[in-house]
């Protein structure tokens, strides 16, 4: 079954850092774009930052780049979201998604591949 995996959220501090990952089933997800999306309770779900299938191409959000950085994950076939001095605004729940293309669209419909989501909680 082809699926994603989140992991690593949790309770931490404003200020603090936290690593996310997302595990892919399939090799093949080593050349989809990808995509971290996050949502908090009564928002829509929101852009966070991608990664292209093939090309060098990195886009974030508004109000994330300098802060998180995605990378790939080659041994899980995945990525990874790097979070950096956190805010309690940070708070929700966060998704990995892929699609199978290159480019990175920051909407949601795009997406062909979703995680269950993984929670992080940053307290003030």
């Known amino acids: 079954q082809v699926q994603l995996v989140e992991s690593g959220g949790g309770l931490v501090q404003a200020g603090d850092s936290l690593r996310l990952s997302c595990a892919a089933s399939a090799r093949t997800f080593k050349t989809y774009a990808m995509a971290w999306f996050r949502q908090a309770p009564g928002k829509e779900r929101e852009f966070v930052a991608g990664?292209?299938?093939?090309?060098?191409?990195?886009p974030y959000g508004d109000s994330f780049e300098g802060r998180f950085t995605i990378s790939r994950d080659s041994a899980k076939n995945g990525v990874y979201l790097q979070m950096n001095s956190l805010k309690p605004e940070d708070t929700a729940v966060y998704y990995c998604a892929a699609r199978g293309a290159d480019a990175v669209p920051t909407t949601t419909e795009w997406y062909e591949y979703w995680g269950q989501g993984t929670q992080v909680t940053v307290s003030s």
């Open positions: 990664i292209s299938g093939r090309s060098d191409a990195t």
